[in-house]
């Protein structure tokens, strides 16, 4: 079975502020990592994934996540918050090994204040 | 189309109704998902369809719900004799395959039917 878990339901960052939306995850096998984000109204977008190779990755709008293997963790980040940025972030882990959808997070808003 | 496209965006239904959702992938993709979202909760797997395989159907939460996949593309979503608690966005995503050694392939999701059952 794989698993994800977002501790936080909500992180306040003042804008310019570095951000971080943590996630750990739970396979069996080999990790696949993914953030999604949701506007108000809207559906997920993809911003991000892991899959082998650098534990950095980079994706959309600024934001990147490192996969971090011994935490079974893949925290998103972005160096400097934007007001735009407000919205809620959905981490998702795949088994490698597997031909499963992905597992989702429930989801953390993100409220970035001007 | 460029992204999954689903139709309609919004419905407004009265309970015991019979509603269906479409979806329309991205041309070429050959698997298909349906999630449900409700209020303030995470997202909920319901069925996943892979090329001509049988579709894993064991999220849909009871036997009200059922998915087609006409030809390997368009899907449609019935939910029969709608209740209260069906009340939530049904999200429909694709990604190029869903085998065994290319679960790397990105799912991309369409913007959602926002179903409201009164």
């Known amino acids: 079975a794989q698993s994800v878990a977002q501790p936080e339901d909500q992180v306040n960052v003042a804008e310019g502020n570095p951000l971080t939306v943590k996630c750990t995850y739970s396979?069996?096998?080999?990790?696949?990592l993914f953030w999604y984000v949701q506007y108000p109204n809207r559906g997920l977008q993809f911003l991000l994934k892991y899959i082998t190779g650098d534990n950095l990755v980079k994706g959309s709008y600024g934001f990147e996540a490192e996969f971090n293997k011994s935490q079974t963790s893949f925290h998103l980040k972005k160096p400097s918050a934007l007001v735009s940025d407000s919205a809620l972030y959905f981490c998702a882990v795949r088994d490698g090994g597997g031909a499963d959808g992905l597992t989702f997070g429930k989801g953390t808003h993100l409220i970035i204040q001007p | 189309g460029a992204g999954v496209s689903q139709s309609p965006s919004n419905k407004v239904t009265e309970k015991g109704k019979d509603v269906e959702l479409r979806c329309d992938p991205i041309?070429?993709?050959?698997?298909l998902y349906w999630y449900r979202q409700s209020l303030g909760q995470g997202l909920e797997f319901l069925i996943y369809?892979?090329?001509?395989?049988?579709?894993?159907k064991s999220g849909l939460p009871s036997d009200r719900f059922s998915a087609e996949r006409t030809g390997g593309s368009v899907s449609t979503l019935t939910i029969q004799r709608t209740q209260q608690e069906d009340s939530a966005v049904y999200l429909c995503a694709s990604s190029p395959t869903g085998t065994p050694g290319h679960s790397g392939n990105t799912i991309y999701f369409g913007e959602g039917s926002w179903l409201t059952v009164v």
């Open positions: 369809f892979q090329g001509n395989s049988a579709p894993d």
């Open positions: 396979v069996s096998g080999n990790p696949y």
């Open positions: 041309s070429g993709h050959t698997a």
